[in-house]
């Protein structure tokens, strides 16, 4: 993994990945909702873009397919990593 912003602490961190670890393996993580929700419970200082990046660093580190719930968007693409990486 990279060298993470100083701004950034270990509770946000230790957050993600609890999210992470606790879902289902075959169970999209919800990227940018995911990203909303931990920056409003601990008031990061991190834009929400830089929250999204570690998440998707982290959840492809898991082989998770993650779901890119972009709020412009009326629908959702889902990314499969195997499928991915297949193509």
């Known amino acids: 993994m990279r060298e993470l912003p100083k701004s950034i602490n270990a509770d946000v961190l230790i957050e993600i990945s609890r ?3 606790d ?3 075959s169970t999209p993580v919800p990227v940018h909702k995911l990203a909303l929700i931990i920056r409003q419970r601990f ?3 991190l834009p929400a873009e830089s929250i999204e990046e570690l998440i ?3 959840a492809m580190t898991r082989q998770l397919p ?3 719930d972009l709020p412009e968007t009326d ?3 889902v990314i499969s990593i195997a499928l991915a990486r297949a193509s």
């Open 66 to 68: 993650m779901l890119f």
């Open 23 to 25: 879902r289902p393996k």
């Open 75 to 77: 629908t959702d693409n």
């Open 56 to 58: 998707i660093e982290m």
């Open 19 to 21: 999210f992470l670890d």
């Open 43 to 45: 008031n990061a200082r």
